[in-house]
C-alpha cells in the first residue's frame, strides 16, 4: 500500500457546511476500512488534509472523487504520493 496526501482547499464555504456531516461519514467509513489513516481541518478554516492508504494513485482519486465535499463541489483537491517516514518510539 501506498500513503496519499490529499489536500481539500475551500471552493464553497456554505457547500462545505451543508454537507459536513455526510463528509465526516464518509471518512469515518474509510477509516475502519482501512482507506483513510488520519484526517482533519485546518484552524484557519482553509480546507483540511486526509492522508489515504491506496493500490496507486488511481485507487486513491477514486476514493476522493467519491467524497461528499468533492461530489458536490464543497472543496477542491490535489493529491500527493508521500513517502512516510513514522517515529520509531519503541513501542
Not at 474509510?30 to 486526509?50: E, H
Request: proline share 2%.
Amino acid at each position: 500500500m501506498r500513503y496519499f496526501a490529499v489536500l481539500l482547499p475551500m471552493k464553497d464555504a456554505n457547500k462545505s457546511q451543508e454537507f459536513r456531516a455526510q463528509h465526516l461519514a464518509f471518512l469515518a467509513a474509510q477509516r475502519n476500512s482501512g482507506q483513510v489513516v488520519v484526517n482533519g481541518k485546518f484552524v484557519d478554516g482553509s480546507g483540511g488534509l486526509v492522508i489515504y492508504r491506496a493500490e496507486s494513485f488511481a485507487n486513491c482519486e477514486a476514493l476522493v472523487k467519491a467524497d461528499p465535499y468533492i461530489v458536490e463541489g464543497a472543496r477542491k483537491y490535489e493529491i500527493f504520493e508521500w513517502e512516510a517516514v513514522w517515529a520509531d518510539n519503541g513501542t
